[in-house]
């Protein structure tokens, strides 16, 4: 079985002086995670000042490139140009050409919502709901079982859908115990009416630690980040 190869860089790195090899040798074997100068520093001992010039030398020499991070926009971080940036530094499936593709996460909100609505079932898995994505037609409309998880939770901040824990009772008897369900509040639903009132949706009922839920204990109304979210509704 052949091994697979690693890219080829598309500049030659002959001509180059010491400290630009060994800051280049570092930011390749980083591949698509690059390096940042913090690293750079850390890993070659080189002078502060010798890593910018460096770094200046290879980007103009077209070896090197610089990628911002998504995830903290105040680091740079630097790959050889025969690699590309991976998801830690884009940001993720959601992000396309480093700005977050709201149409496309707004779109996937909404099939997700359908597809609850459609189910004869009050609450339903998260398997249930990835199952519906996993067999999509649509390309663009597929996801992994996180990306589906990652759409439900955004769908849970935006109060449309309610993430519950199964008790293994009435709407929950075809779920296992303890495990995290989901269910339309009502907010967007049913042609824009809300099919529940806002008392309905109060989390108590599905919480596991309710028996320990005192107004002055660790568990309380006052600390709960649910029943809080319940009074902003």
Known sequence: ????????PKSSSSGI?????SILGLIRSKQG???????MRTATKIQPTLITRAVASLKKSSLIKEVPNMNNKGI???LAVEFQPCKELTGG?????GALDVSKIEGLKEICVRILERLKSKVVTLDVIYSYFEK???DGDKLSREQTREIL?????DNVVMEVKSNGLTDFSATRIGEICYKLTGKKSGGGEARDGAFALVPCGACPHIG???PDGVISPTTCVYFQKWLDF
């Open 1 to 8: 079985m052949s091994k697979r190869k690693r890219p080829e």
């Open 17 to 21: 002086n010491e400290d630009e090899k």
């Open 33 to 39: 995670m690059g390096a940042t100068t913090y690293e």
């Open 76 to 78: 740079k971080h630097f």
């Open 93 to 97: 499936d959601w992000y396309i050409d």
């Open 136 to 138: 999509a037609s649509s």
């Open 153 to 157: 939770k955004n769908l849970v901040l």
């Open 212 to 214: 320990l839920c005192t």
